[in-house]
């Protein structure tokens, strides 16, 4: 079971709203990611979580507020969002290891996040 | 110049077609390398691992030369079902992708 689930699939806010976007896999995976996908582009990454501790931040606006309060969750917390934050955010996970084959990252199927 | 470089296309190909997809990487030291496709309005959904020497799986071939660096992905007798974005990713760094722009492919009828 390669299952990655994301919560909403659907998301509309306006710029004064407070949301969170959820992600949750049960494949044992100790690391996680958020990506941001615009139209007719590639996944840009934004965050990655190794062992619930933040690894990576991609310099990403502070409007953005990554958690991850277990190995199996992570949230994304969206606050005071421009119109350009519009986009499909992607969760993903991976093992942590190292090696052939190992870092193998699942996608969720994403939020499709419109900011009016 | 970017990291992951791929043709745009799209290519169109009749179906039974044989395709192949070229894409290029920049950094000599990177070790892992994959051909992931994402349907329209989808998720990147992993296609396979590109090894050294080379792999196959079923209809689909990839490739990678490293004195070159440059990855490639056959697709043998094109599907419909085939259309999609053929996105080549190499890790850049520990846990870290980079996605190329991505090829995108139409097999039509």
């Known amino acids: 079971d390669t299952e990655v689930t994301q919560t909403p699939k659907h998301l509309v806010m306006g710029m004064t709203n407070k949301k969170s976007l959820k992600c949750e896999q049960h494949?044992?995976?100790?690391?996680m990611y958020w990506y941001k996908q615009k139209a007719k582009k590639p996944p840009e990454l934004m965050f990655v979580?190794?062992?619930?501790?933040?690894?990576i931040n991609e310099s990403v606006p502070s409007r953005f507020s990554p958690e991850c309060p277990n190995s199996s969750l992570l949230n994304l917390h969206l606050h005071a969002l421009q119109p350009e934050d519009s986009a499909l955010y992607l969760c993903?996970?991976?093992?942590?290891?190292?090696?052939?084959?190992?870092?193998?990252?699942?996608f969720g199927a994403g939020t499709r996040l419109s900011v009016l | 110049r970017k990291e992951v470089e791929q043709d745009p296309g799209p290519f169109n190909v009749p179906e039974g077609a044989t395709v192949a997809f070229n894409c290029t990487y920049s950094?000599?030291?990177?070790?892992?390398f994959f051909w992931y496709r994402q349907d329209c309005r989808k998720e990147p959904k992993l296609l396979m691992s590109?090894?050294?020497s080379g792999n196959e799986d079923g209809r689909f071939t990839a490739q990678l030369n490293r004195a070159s660096q440059y990855i490639s992905l056959l697709i043998r007798d094109s599907k419909l079902s085939d259309s999609a974005t053929y996105l080549c990713?190499?890790?850049?760094?520990?846990?870290?992708?980079?996605f190329g722009t991505g090829t995108r492919l139409l097999v039509s009828p």
């Open positions: 993903a996970s991976s093992q942590v290891r190292m090696g052939l084959g190992k870092n193998i990252q699942y």
């Open positions: 494949m044992g995976h100790r690391a």
């Open positions: 979580y190794s062992y619930e501790k933040l690894s």
């Open positions: 950094n000599s030291a990177s070790q892992s």
């Open positions: 590109v090894y050294s």
């Open positions: 990713v190499v890790r850049g760094g520990f846990q870290k992708l980079v």
